[in-house]
């Protein structure tokens, strides 16, 4: 752990003097600008702390700790819900309040602007979802979430998640221990990409596994591209992840073209790269499609969850329900009946089926809330903003806090016990601004239908086919959710117990 946190102090100062020599040359115009817009808003109050280092330090010790929200909480107690502090090498500010949240989310593109740390625009590129914005970020978001939420592709994703669970627990029972975070990643990703360019286990598919894993390592580094360093590791793996997706793209685009417009615009899309394809081709001139570079960059990009929040979605709902034994077992009953009915009917199962689970939709959304695997978005001014007051200078970052929102207790009693049966009393606030696992506006995560039926698949053939003892084991929260231990269980069959 010593040498990350070094790590981390090089990151906040090499940041900082990138920052304070940019700052310099411009400060005089930036203060005036904010004298003159203070006359309707004021700064947030706060501290910027240690000179070029700000307060990244407490920031990043904070996430090491089992309330890694202390430093908002902390800063909250004595500035107020939206406040100003210097993390990571920038002057930021920091909104704990709900609406605030809700305005910076939904204002975007013409006034907000993704802003994240330099590694993670260097390893995603021009094309990145990140550097997408205003109408061509609107249209690809509708694409995407209009396919995810189709009847047919339901109906598909939902046999197919079922094979891959299946697959997957049927070898468990051979295993003297196994890794639920590692277990999970290794169906939730076959899953997404099988949905994303129609890639199913193979050879090819190893490649892209193995390549993404390494990949996805460089999403939070220093932003050195010297041989060696991790980001230079990073990018090559992402270049070689290009062209094996360039590859299928360019194949598909060709049989496309060789079958014709009526063929093509009258089928059902198999994949998102169908989707995205698409998109243009064949109607008025008028509409252009969308570039292949384009096309591709972003079906990688939606690699992620497949790789990183999904899987540590389950692996967390399996450790709150180990340490609450009767919200497993009131989970358990429900998920037996309905494997009861479906087997006394002979019926497949639907997406519907396993949405109705209410007690296990209410484990979802209590897993989500307290583990805050996405647990803030970052934002920056393109002009100066006033929000209830709080002046948001021109070029300043916003860092809306969904993980300080989740753990308030203004908005959920004792919100650091794990209680899915809040949202018998509060099912409501699924929807309200209180609740914002899957981020909000128009950045929305498109695939959150899909990732809450994938939890759901999950949950179910669990607890209808296993029963397990989970090692102990503690939540790391920084850099990323995850478990230190992987966590480790045992598990039995239903019908050897």
């Known amino acids: 752990m010593e040498w990350f946190v070094v790590f981390w102090i090089l990151v906040g100062i090499s940041a900082g003097w990138c920052w304070y020599r940019k700052e310099k040359s411009s400060s005089s115009s930036s203060k005036n600008d904010i004298k003159m817009e203070q006359k309707s808003g004021v700064l947030p109050k706060g501290s910027f702390g240690w000179p070029l280092i700000g307060e990244t330090l407490d920031f990043i010790a904070a996430g090491y700790t089992s309330q890694p929200v202390s430093f908002m909480e902390k800063r ?47 390893i995603f590129g021009e094309y990145s ?21 189709s009847p047919q592709f339901k109906a598909r994703i939902t046999r197919d998640i079922e094979h891959h669970v299946k697959l997957a627990m049927a070898s468990w029972k051979d295993l003297p221990v196994l890794l639920i975070q590692e277990e999970t990643q290794k169906f939730t990703f076959k899953v997404l990409v099988k949905a994303l360019i129609s890639l199913d286990p193979s050879d090819d598919f190893d490649f892209l596994k193995r390549e993404f894993d390494e990949f996805i390592k460089g999403l939070i580094c220093l932003p050195i591209k010297l041989p060696g360093t991790r980001l230079y590791k990073s990018l090559k793996a992402k270049e070689r992840i290009l062209k094996l997706v360039k590859t299928i793209v360019e194949q598909r685009k060709l049989g496309m073209e060789k079958s014709g417009d009526h063929e093509h615009q009258n089928s059902i899309p198999n994949d998102a790269v169908d989707v995205l394809l698409r998109d243009g081709y064949g109607e008025q001139s008028d509409k252009q499609s969308l570039s292949l570079d384009f096309i591709i960059s972003h079906i990688i990009e939606l690699m992620i969850p497949g790789e990183e929040t999904v899987p540590m979605s389950m692996t967390l709902a399996v450790k709150f329900l180990s340490d609450c034994p009767v919200a497993l077992e009131q989970l358990t009953e429900e998920n037996m009946k309905l494997k009861r009915q479906k087997t006394d009917s ?72 794990f209680d899915p049966w809040r949202w018998e009393k509060t099912g409501a606030s699924v929807k309200n601004n209180c609740f914002t ?15 809450r039926l994938e939890i ?9 086919t296993y029963r397990w003892d989970a090692e102990k084991d503690d939540i790391i929260y920084f850099p990323t959710v995850k478990l230190k231990k ?8 239903i019908g050897n117990s």
């Open 76 to 122: 909250r107690s004595l500035y107020g819900k939206v406040f100003k502090t210097h993390i990571l090498g920038t002057p930021i500010i920091v909104s704990t309040d709900p609406g605030v949240n809700k305005v910076v989310l939904q204002n975007h593109g013409n006034i907000f602007i993704p802003a994240y740390p330099k590694s993670i625009r260097e």
């Open 129 to 149: 979802i990140l550097q997408t914005n205003g109408t061509l970020q609107k249209k690809v978001h509708a694409l995407i979430g209009g396919f995810l939420r």
């Open 346 to 417: 002979g019926d497949d199962y639907c997406w519907t089926d396993y949405m109705s689970l209410q007690f296990t939709q209410n484990v979802i959304n209590e897993t989500l809330r307290v583990a805050n695997i996405i647990n803030a978005v970052w934002r920056k001014a393109l002009k100066d903003v006033e929000i209830e007051g709080i002046l948001i200078p021109k070029g300043w970052c916003v860092l809306a806090s969904f993980s300080s929102v989740h753990m308030d207790e203004e908005n959920y009693e004792n919100p650091y016990e």
């Open 437 to 451: 696992p899957f981020g909000g506006g128009q950045r929305l995560c498109p695939g959150l239908e899909l990732s």
């Open 456 to 464: 759901s698949v999950f949950l179910h053939h669990l607890v209808t």
């Open 486 to 493: 992987k966590l480790p269980i045992r598990v039995t069959s």
